[in-house]
């Protein structure tokens, strides 16, 4: 028989045992689609996963202070903003974020007091952070230039000096001055931030007592895996800018964090794959299911088609082709959901498809579509050639 005719045998085939096929077709196209997708997004969708673990721990800041020790017995220092610029400019960093950090002290509104704990910042400290406002606004650029005597507050400072009452514009007092809330941080538990109050730090470096040196840069690198890199790197640009403090300078990076957060994707990764593969292999099975007892039913058709002359091999190719249209079908099926699917999850993730990934993507569901046909195929198609014609007819 003809490679057509073969076909549109299978196909009618396929059509007329529809109810039969459904599940091991819908099983191959869920599988397959699953397979595109994740390999089309996955480099995407594995970065803001990252991102979105890393708020719980900050696994790719680079952070360089001052080792207070060796500063007390051979030369203080301190960070310039050149420093930030220059580390800014590295391959690698998302943002770098100057921080100067004061002593406790107490803020007041009205009778109301608390302790807090005050940093002067940068605009580029909050996504260094991931600190995200949940109400106004985060400091800018315009209020560092002004050196604007605005502040955002955290939950535990809003609560003790406001408590359920309207707090946005209005004002506390530290060490004397006035300062105008703009904003109230959210999205943390860490003791630190929901005590934290928040100026520009221009502001903190001109009129705050000990507040005058930039002694933190945090770094924030893009992904996990050039964080080892970029230590280096930053170790590098800092020490090579003030050769004579290099020694008391403190450049840390959280291997651990790293360690963790890489952990939870690979699980992650793990369990999505295996679903993928299991589904893949679910319908190879269902196809080959079908093919056998599709032998079993039409072992009379068999018969009478080897006593006309058909020989092995064409009844080999007859039922190879039916298990590869069948897979085949699903593989179609699985290619058009994993095109609707990565166009509804780059906007949920907010990610970017590799649409170079998407075509080998789509040539490998093809490869693999035709190979699980072979493979479900290929028993049920040499039981049926082995048939024995005068048998088969015989068979009810």
């Known amino acids: 028989m003809l490679i057509d005719d073969l076909t549109k045998t299978s196909l009618r085939q396929i059509y007329r045992n529809r109810r039969r096929y459904r599940g091991a077709i819908l099983g191959m196209a869920l599988g397959i689609g699953g397979l595109i997708t994740v390999l089309t997004l996955g480099d995407s969708v594995e970065s803001s996963l990252g991102q979105n673990l890393e708020i719980l721990g900050s696994a790719t800041i680079v952070k360089a202070q001052w080792d207070s020790y060796k500063a007390a017995r051979i030369r203080d220092g301190e960070y310039s903003f050149k420093d930030v610029a220059d580390l800014s400019k590295l391959p690698g960093v998302m943002v770098a974020a100057p921080a100067v950090w004061g002593a406790k002290r107490h803020a007041t509104h009205q009778k109301a007091k608390t302790p807090v704990s005050l940093v002067g910042i940068a605009p580029s400290f909050f996504k260094a952070l991931y600190l995200p406002i949940v109400q106004g606004r985060n400091i800018t650029a315009e209020d560092l230039e002004k050196r604007s005597q605005v502040c955002v507050i955290g939950r535990k400072v809003r609560d003790?000096?406001?408590?359920?009452?309207?707090?946005?514009?209005?004002?506390?007092?530290?060490?004397?001055?006035?300062?105008?809330?703009?904003?109230?941080?959210?999205?943390?538990?860490?003791?630190?931030?929901?005590?934290?109050?928040?100026?520009?730090?221009?502001?903190?470096?001109?009129?705050?007592?000990?507040?005058?040196?930039?002694?933190?840069?945090?770094?924030?690198?893009?992904?996990?895996?050039?964080?080892?890199?970029?230590?280096e790197q930053v170790s590098a640009v800092l020490k090579g800018n003030q050769p004579g403090l290099a020694e008391t300078m403190h450049i840390v990076y959280y291997k651990e964090r790293i360690k963790a957060v890489k952990t939870v994707a690979f699980l992650f990764k793990f369990f999505l794959w295996c679903a993928i593969v299991v589904t893949i292999l679910l319908g190879g099975l269902g196809i080959a299911n079908i093919m056998l007892a599709a032998v079993k039913e039409r072992t009379r058709e068999i018969g009478l088609r080897k006593s006309v002359g058909a020989t092995e091999n064409m009844i080999v190719a007859q039922f190879l082709c039916e298990s590869v249209t069948a897979s085949m079908i699903g593989a179609l099926a699985g290619i058009l959901l994993a095109a609707v699917s990565i166009g509804g999850l780059k906007h949920v993730f907010n990610a970017s498809p590799t649409y170079t990934m998407f075509f080998f993507s789509v040539l490998a569901a093809v490869f693999l579509g035709v190979g699980l046909g072979v493979a479900s195929g290929v028993i049920p198609a040499r039981v049926a050639s082995k048939l024995d014609p005068v048998e088969a007819m015989r068979f009810e």
């Open 160 to 231: 003790e000096l406001f408590g359920q009452e309207p707090f946005l514009d209005k004002s506390i007092v530290i060490d004397g001055r006035s300062f105008h809330i703009v904003g109230l941080l959210g999205g943390t538990e860490d003791p630190d931030h929901v005590e934290m109050v928040m100026v520009p730090i221009t502001v903190a470096l001109a009129k705050l007592e000990g507040m005058q040196r930039i002694r933190d840069i945090y770094v924030r690198a893009k992904d996990w895996d050039s964080v080892p890199t970029l230590h």
